[in-house]
T-cell receptor
Framework: DAKTTQPPSMDCAEGRAANLPCNHSTISGNEYVYWYRQIHSQGPQYIIHGLKNNETNEMASLIITEDRKSSTLILPHATLRDTAVYYCIVRFGVSWGTGNQFYFGTGTSLTVIP | DSGVTQTPKHLITATGQRVTLRCSPRSGDLSVYWYQQSLDQGLQFLIQYYNGEERAKGNILERFSAQQFPDLHSELNLSSLELGDSALYFC?????????????FGPGTRLTVT
């Protein structure tokens, strides 16, 4: 799996958009970008994933650059409940031999400030 | 609520003992994954099962074993416990066994070895 680089921490004012960057310069053509978050010691929560097109769902938007070497997760209106560690993961289009697991890095600790 | 259930929520036991952690996947999901999260190691993939068969192994110790039963629930067995096994253990499930499926995580079991 391609390695990702994320800032260790970020702050965001409540009600503002939170933009979380992720670098994945060694990503290959069939690797997807996934975002998860973990609130305190709860189980990681799936947010969104994409291959090369921008994606949006009810939680967030995912913007992937044209060269696919970086991406940004956007939480459009951050609330205090969005305070969490956000993980950016890139994963190969897996085969039975390699399994389907995720490799979590250290993520970005996002603090939403009132 | 992800739909993945784990029992027990908390477990306190002594060194040398054996424990069993249980996971029920989301309805319809055939794959189960086990992850370990300790303070110094982050989230680490342990093992994946798909429809009763082992599919991938990660950093799982020989003292640890798992299985997935015909009703698709899974158990993680930890034996000869050491202080360093104290961690959060998460189970996740996905509908497929290979491919770009999101995984849904349970609330975890917190294991404390004294």
């Amino acid at each position: 799996d391609a390695k990702t680089t994320q800032p260790p921490s970020m702050d965001c004012a409540e009600g503002r958009a939170a933009n979380l960057p992720c670098n994945h310069s060694t990503i290959s053509g069939n690797e997807y970008v996934y975002w998860y978050r973990q609130i305190h010691s709860q189980g990681p929560q799936y947010i969104i994933h994409g291959l090369k097109n921008n994606e949006t769902n009810e939680m967030a938007s995912l913007i992937i650059t044209e060269d696919r070497k970086s991406s940004t997760l956007i939480l459009p209106h951050a609330t205090l409940r969005d305070t969490a560690v956000y993980y950016c993961i890139v994963r190969f289009g897996v085969s039975w031999g390699t399994g389907n697991q995720f490799y979590f890095g250290t993520g970005t600790s996002l603090t939403v400030i009132p | 609520d992800s739909g993945v259930t784990q029992t027990p929520k908390h477990l306190i036991t002594a060194t040398g003992q054996r424990v069993t952690l249980r996971c029920s996947p989301r309805s319809g999901d055939l794959s189960v994954y086990w992850y370990q999260q300790s303070l110094d190691q982050g989230l680490q993939f342990l093992i994946q099962y798909y429809n009763g068969e082992e599919r991938a192994k990660g950093n799982i110790l020989e003292r640890f074993s798992a299985q997935q039963f015909p009703d698709l629930h899974s158990e993680l067995n930890l034996s000869s416990l050491e202080l360093g096994d104290s961690a959060l253990y998460f189970c996740a499930s996905s509908v497929g066994g290979v491919g770009n499926y999101e995984q849904y995580f349970g609330p975890g079991t917190r294991l404390t070895v004294t």
